[in-house]
């Protein structure tokens, strides 16, 4: 069964802006490498969940637990992320905010306006949910992100995600010496 969307892009803008803003927090003050190089590695995280794009080239329908927006839009998807993490670099730390950073993104697509909503409980469940309120336009795909929807999405995300952008790339303040 094929389904046809008005489109089902996500709140792109607003991943990448969450995922600056883990990296400053994780980071913390640091030399602009090291902060950039989180920022980035953290941006890549919120992102993840969106691989599951995948499915449509591989024709593996909408719907279906792994299809887009499925499997890797759940809470057990970002925990398995998180013990990833660990895993790899034994930073208890790093695997919180790398669990996070990926539950995140379904969580945010769950407040666009558009798609089939998120299986945010697979395995145990695969129901696709939205919240109650979706303030979020969905964005077009493809080429249908150079329409006026696709800069109204646009608009509409740095509105409403800039005050992170600009808190993970603020300059910090000096620290004042002790009286």
Not at 39 to 45: D, I, N, P, T
Not at 142 to 157: D, I, K, P, Q
Request: glycine letters at 10%; proline letters at 8%.
């Amino acid at each position: 069964m094929l389904v046809t969307l008005k489109g089902d892009g996500t709140a792109s803008f607003g991943h990448i802006a969450v995922g600056l803003a883990a990296g400053r927090a994780f980071t913390g003050v640091a030399e602009r490498k090291r902060l950039l190089l989180s920022m980035a590695g953290f941006s890549v995280l919120s992102l993840l969940p969106d691989a599951d794009v995948i499915a449509f080239v591989l024709r593996i329908p909408y719907a279906d637990p792994f299809g887009h927006r499925g499997a890797t839009h759940s809470i057990a998807f970002a925990l398995l992320c998180g013990l990833s993490a660990f895993a790899l670099r034994r930073d208890s730390r790093l695997a919180v905010f790398t669990g996070f950073v990926v539950a995140t993104h379904p969580l945010l697509d769950m407040l666009t306006d558009g798609g089939l909503g998120c299986a945010l409980f697979f395995p145990f469940s695969n129901a696709r949910l939205f919240w109650p309120v979706q303030p979020i336009p969905v964005a077009p795909i493809g080429a249908g992100m150079l329409s006026a929807r696709g800069l109204f999405v646009v608009v509409t995300e740095l509105v409403l995600f800039s005050p992170l952008v600009i808190w993970a790339f603020r300059r910090p303040r000096p620290e004042k010496p002790p009286n």
